[in-house]
């Protein structure tokens, strides 16, 4: 009697061990405390990209009693040489992870094999598209914010505050991202330009210089401090930032207590100009938190459904820390009539008066992005192959 209990206990253990592998440890982790990993290419507290990662994943930990966030960052070349995806999520799962966050494009090919790798595991890989492709294995999703949004903001904000005329871009390397993102601050900085302060668009001169990465790599990629000055020296007053860190705005600061006068938009991260408040005139943010959570809920839930999402701002309130994924924190440089052309800025954009991403539009090369009156979809915005006319920069 004793014998057939016992085996009747295993059969039991055992279909409760299948369901746990089958649901992704789903049904586990709705009880009690669990874990979920969070992998950052650059440092935790870079005051950018990799920071507002390790912000959400702190986020997740206030509001989901039981949470614990394992991570790891500097997962980069220069950091971690010979340090694999692989071997992070192999070492986040041994301690029990069984949700890994993945947060740049730069592990995009290595998280769609490592999905493949460990079914019982659900991967969230920001920025990434490969469930758009069609390349995702069932467990991994896709989630980004519309930074496009808030770097049009920006780009208002750039072309108001512009006593030349000049700005520029600080971008990091060349894809679609990071195109379409400069793109769209140009966008904003040439409506601005035009329909605010009343110029001819061929008077805006916005110009990108690419480091060749997502942060100062010394040896491989070019100096952004280096970049930014000569951008001042040039004769540009606004300067934009692009990548994961803050020296646009630095020297900015720097630059302006030697009596020029400039001012930079940094990137990424809501706290960001602190760095330098009296030049910084907004940071356009990304907000992760909401959207951990979300996705963090559902897993435990067992709701959770393989899904591209890009998450758009709140138009209600779009620095609301609890529902917008994306933001934009005016900055103290940004003052008088630049500050109000902005927040009518936001309004038009939040009423669908203001449409940027519509034609008549051209790439760099001349030829036709969008014709008299069409509006890009999703993927066109997307998978944006070259900058725009009227800026200057490479494309490739």
Known sequence: MKRKKSIRGLMVAGAALLVFFLTGGALAATSGSFTFGVVLVGPYNDHGWSEAHFTAGKYVERKIPGAKMIWLDKLNPADRKGTTLDQVVSDMIAKGAKLIFTTSD????????????????????????????????????????????????????????????????????????????????????KYAWTHYRGKKASDLKFDV??????????????????????????????????????????????????????????????????????VCLGVPYFNWGPGYLKLIKAWRDGTWKQAFEWAGPDWKNINNPDTSAVGFLPGPALKGEGLAKVEDFIKGLASGKIVLFQGPLKFQDGSVFLKEGQKANDKQIWYLPQLLEGMTGPSK
């Open 209 to 278: 210089k690419w480091i060749g990465f997502w942060f100062n790599i010394p040896g491989v990629t070019l100096d952004p401090t280096k970049v930014a000055n000569d951008f001042f020296t040039a004769g540009t007053d606004v300067l934009m930032s692009g990548i994961d860190t803050n020296e646009a705005l630095v020297q900015a600061g720097k630059k302006s207590k030697e009596g020029m006068k400039v001012m930079a938009v940094p990137y990424d991260f809501k706290e960001a100009c602190q760095e330098a408040p009296g």
């Open 106 to 189: 730069d592990f995009k090919d290595e998280t769609r094999v490592a999905a493949k790798k460990y079914p019982e595991v659900t991967f969230i890989q920001v920025s990434g598209d490969d469930v758009w492709t069609g390349k995702a294995s069932k467990n991994l999703g896709n989630y980004m914010g519309r930074m496009e949004y808030t770097k049009m903001i920006a780009g208002c904000a750039a072309a108001m505050s512009t006593g030349t005329g000049k700005i520029g871009y600080l971008g990091p390397l060349i894809n679609d991202e990071t195109r379409r993102l400069a793109a769209a601050a140009y966008l904003g900085a």
